[in-house]
């Protein structure tokens, strides 16, 4: 009933789209009206505000679709599979998340110990599911991520190193 492209579409702004239809709904029951829904309309009012960031974020995260090889989350493990390689990460085994712009098409380097750097491209089929698998990373700053990503930087950045625990 609806077009692919329009459906494509709709899913990419599907966070910020929720939002605003709860702040909306918010703004409007905490503007003309009284008692409990008033203040239901304050907190429908911050979750949209929060779903608007939280899209805008995920928004920026997003390099496109169609690219070369499928990428999987299931349960803390990052798996590529590539036209010509491909692998697994486990998220709480990582040690750096690095962004590698010289690549074609430009690429996420994950690193494990005892493992080869796992090479993911930025418009892999599923490469937006990465933006809550690195999130979880400790010490990760998102908006510092974002903007090194849509800087277009021209050579590799490391955006992510997992904390060394030393001893004085």
Known sequence: ???????QILWQWSEMLAGTILLSLGLWWALSSFGFVKWLGFA??????IGLAAGI????FRQGQGGPGVVQVVEGQITYFGPLDGGAI???EMTRL????TGRPAHW?????GQPALHIPLNATGADLLFDAFATLPGLKTEQML????AKPDHPIV???KPTNRLH
């Not at 690095?98 to 712009?101: F, N, T, V």
């Open 147 to 150: 903007s090194t990503l849509n």
């Open 44 to 49: 429908f009012c911050i979750a949209g505000v």
């Open 90 to 92: 486990a998220i709480r």
């Open 1 to 7: 009933m609806i077009r692919p492209e329009a459906r």
């Open 57 to 60: 974020q995920r928004i920026r």
């Open 98 to 101: 690095q962004l590698d712009p």
């Open 159 to 161: 955006i992510w190193q």
């Open 109 to 113: 380097v994950l690193n494990q110990p």
